[in-house]
């Protein structure tokens, strides 16, 4: 029986299971729902390798999955939050036209589940089996801001690290992701009568108008750095000039070079109206996920595997930021995208493709047994070479 055979013929079961824990609502930091459905994950993990919790302030457990074996040390990372609240989803499972449309089964309940079927797979087969560690952690729509220090913990010491995050909608796999963060701006002017003497005050709206338009000026589309004062809170009554206004901007860099220079001229924002005044909080909580040579090399050797199971597989940039950016950043070779083909992330329109699934999850699959042996046995020593010099930089 050949792998996409063994996964066709799990299917039926895999979408009963995929739906279970679509339905089981998991918003960022809803501790209670949180728990629940890991708890479930705990449970069915289990039965295939070694599970610990352990606990996140504020979101639900980390989910730490260990299955020994030989030849590389890989990290697989996945999430279980989700951005959507409890109901918000008139249905939260809907079949139609070979697809499947539900809150976060694109983003990325199903490529958690890939995981599961994975080391079911490699059990069954007695498939050779890399040292795995697999992280699902709680907060990864907020950028991952308590389970970073795990996750660069756990990639300081691996050889590779794949995520499960989607592949693009044509199937493709990321090797580089832009960098992100989130500012705000707090704007203090001074109340006054609008209609007795709107002269005596300072109209914080009015000075937020003139950040936004300075903040724009950072803006570098042809570098691919954007701005996005995209939330703004301010005013109380119509007839009160506004004394306070706040603005969160999101931003998004294909290099630490552009971080840099957009931090700074973020920084370097000042008040516009005589007496106004301006506070900047926040910063980048992603770095860029860069490509290497042997990032790169892991893509042919996907590829390859992918050639053998008749899939066409290409490598794109991704203007979305992941778990993957955190490892990279630490210098493991890192490769995104290895969950499901469908589209629609944070939409209405969130769905999978039903069936491609056989086919990824033994694309995920292979790959995972082909890591088996030490990188040293395929990697290039030019790839190598580079490997340990980004390590030692991140030492």
């Given at each position: 029986m050949t792998t996409v055979e063994y996964f066709s013929r799990c299917l039926p079961v895999f979408l009963d299971e995929l739906r279970l824990l679509v339905e089981m609502d998991s918003p960022t930091g809803d501790q209670s729902r949180a728990g629940r459905l890991a708890?479930?994950?705990?449970?069915?993990?289990?039965?295939?390798?070694?599970?610990?919790?352990?606990?996140?302030?504020?979101?639900?457990?980390?989910?730490?999955?260990?299955?020994?074996?030989?030849?590389?040390?890989?990290?697989?990372?996945?999430?279980?939050?989700?951005?959507?609240?409890?109901?918000?989803?008139?249905?939260?499972?809907?079949?139609r036209d070979g697809k499947i449309y539900g809150p976060g089964v694109y983003?990325?309940?199903?490529?958690?589940?890939?995981?599961?079927?994975?080391?079911?797979?490699?059990?069954?087969?007695?498939?050779?089996?890399?040292?795995?560690?697999i992280l699902i952690n709680p907060d990864e729509e907020v950028g991952s801001v308590v389970s970073r220090p795990h996750i660069e913990q756990a990639a300081a010491v691996a050889d590779f690290a794949l995520v499960m995050e989607p592949a693009s909608p044509q199937g493709h796999l990321k090797l580089e992701r832009k960098g992100s963060g989130e500012y705000v701006i707090e704007v203090k002017g001074r109340p006054a009568h609008q209609g007795v003497e709107p002269e005596a005050g300072i109209n914080a709206i009015v000075e937020a108008a003139h950040q936004i338009l300075a903040m724009l000026e950072l803006e570098d589309l042809a570098r691919g750095t954007t701005v996005g004062p995209n939330v703004i809170t301010a005013g109380t009554v119509s007839n009160t000039v506004a004394s306070a206004a706040e603005i969160a901007v999101d931003v998004r860099a294909w290099t630490r070079d552009e971080q840099r220079r957009l931090d700074r001229g973020l920084r370097q924002l000042a008040p516009r109206l005589e007496g106004a005044e301006i506070t900047l909080r926040g910063g980048w909580n992603r770095p860029p996920m860069e490509s290497t040579r042997a990032s790169i090399e892991l893509f042919r050797r996907t590829r390859q595997i992918g050639c053998d199971l008749g899939l066409d597989l290409h490598r794109v940039a991704w203007g979305g930021s992941s778990d993957a950016n955190l490892a990279a950043a630490v210098g493991v070779p890192t490769m995104d995208g290895l969950g499901p083909v469908g589209d629609g992330a944070h939409q209405f329109s969130e769905h999978i493709v039903v069936d491609q699934l056989p086919v990824r999850m033994a694309l995920f699959s292979e790959l995972v047994t082909s890591l088996a042996v030490p990188p040293e046995d395929w990697l290039s020593p030019e790839a190598l070479d580079d490997h340990h010099h980004r390590r030692r930089g991140n030492d």
């Open positions: 708890a479930r994950l705990s449970r069915t993990f289990s039965e295939v390798a070694a599970v610990e919790q352990e606990p996140i302030d504020g979101f639900g457990p980390l989910l730490r999955i260990r299955r020994p074996g030989t030849g590389a040390k890989v990290l697989l990372l996945a999430h279980y939050d989700t951005v959507w609240s409890p109901g918000e989803w008139e249905q939260a499972w809907i079949e983003d990325m309940k199903t490529g958690l589940l890939f995981v599961q079927y994975a080391l079911r797979w490699l059990g069954e087969t007695e498939r050779e089996v890399p040292d795995l560690e």
